[in-house]
């Protein structure tokens, strides 16, 4: 009888409780975005150049959502408000939970799934963390991003793009 009594309520239970996963669209509308990218770098004329010879891996920070109008105007991409190298040789963001000091002693983290490379784009892959603010993460594997950082310059694939889940909480500072 408890049984039939609790079956009998579950449509409810979803009502009030939705367990949708987030879509894409929902978190476009967001204005804090992340975006876990691959870079090639880009290499200055100087002996001061701290930029990685090599390949890298990095996280771009968007205090809003992509917008044409903030684009480097040699590459036509979008520049962060903020960026901070990962991993040099990349590595995957697949499979491995990152976790790693940026500006200001803020920590960000992700977990993307292990088979997430696999997802079409704007599959949910996982999740990330910067500060205090959650994201959720998606498949990309095409917008272009340009790094200007003192640490890493370079052209960018953003690999997963993370969308903020409460818009206006952290400041990515």
């Known amino acids: 009888m408890l049984a039939a009594l609790l079956l009998g309520a579950q449509p409810y239970f979803a009502l009030a409780h939705p367990a949708l996963p987030p879509t894409t669209d929902l978190a476009a509308a967001k204005a804090h975005n992340i975006y876990l ?4 770098p880009k290499n200055r004329n100087d002996d001061d150049n701290p930029t990685p010879s090599a390949n890298f891996t990095a996280i771009a920070y968007f205090r809003q959502p992509l917008n044409v109008t903030n684009v480097d105007p040699d590459t036509k991409a979008p520049k962060p408000d903020k960026a901070a190298l990962v991993a040099q040789p990349p590595e995957p963001w697949e ?10 002693d803020k920590v960000f983290s992700a977990s993307i799934a292990a088979d997430a490379a696999t997802g079409a784009k704007g599959s949910l892959a996982g999740d990330a963390k910067l500060g205090d603010e959650d994201y959720v993460c ?3 594997g095409e917008t272009a991003v340009r790094i200007r950082e003192d640490g890493a310059r370079g052209n960018c694939v953003a690999d997963y793009w993370c969308a903020g889940l409460e818009a206006g909480k952290g400041k990515g500072r």
């Open 37 to 40: 990218v691959t870079c090639v």
């Open 95 to 104: 499979g491995v939970r990152w976790k790693v000091k940026v500006w200001n």
């Open 138 to 140: 998606f498949k990309d």
